[in-house]
């Protein structure tokens, strides 16, 4: 069974920083695509950011693209989403998720939608207050 675990939400001020955090077992790591998404009540899930299988592409939304940075270590199986200059806007659960499409595409292609990820957290709740 594939369990996937974020950590490291909370409170911050305007301007302070985060990193989130997400582990996985049940699955073998560096055989799928990490990415993280945020959904802010009332509005849809949206790709934060995703990186690709070979961890050589990246994919940032605009909004976050400067100050926020993905990254992944496969040796400790754990994935991290170091968050900078937070705004109130960045308010939202963010989701890190899990993608065996690479088992279909090249190791270089970065899925950015919700429907292209097999295995999601529970999620993680970042506010930042202004």
């Known amino acids: 069974q594939v369990q996937v675990v974020e950590s490291g939400g909370g409170l911050v001020q305007a301007g302070g920083s985060l990193r989130l955090s997400c582990s996985v077992s049940?699955?073998?790591?560096?055989?799928?695509?990490m990415g993280w998404f945020r959904q802010a009540p009332g509005k849809d899930r949206e790709a934060v950011s995703c990186?690709?299988?070979?961890?050589?592409?990246?994919y940032y939304a605009d909004s976050v693209k400067g100050r926020f940075t993905i990254s992944r270590d496969d040796a400790k199986l754990t994935g991290t989403l170091q968050m900078n200059l937070l705004k109130p806007e960045d308010t939202a659960t963010y989701y890190c998720?899990?993608?065996?499409?690479?088992?279909?595409?090249?190791?270089?292609?970065?899925?950015?939608?919700?429907?292209?990820?097999?295995?999601w957290g529970q999620g993680t709740q970042v506010t930042v207050s202004s």
């Open positions: 990186l690709s299988l070979n961890g050589l592409y990246t």
């Open positions: 049940g699955l073998s790591f560096d055989d799928y695509t």
């Open positions: 998720a899990f993608s065996s499409i690479n088992d279909y595409v090249a190791d270089d292609y970065v899925p950015t939608q919700s429907y292209e990820y097999n295995y």
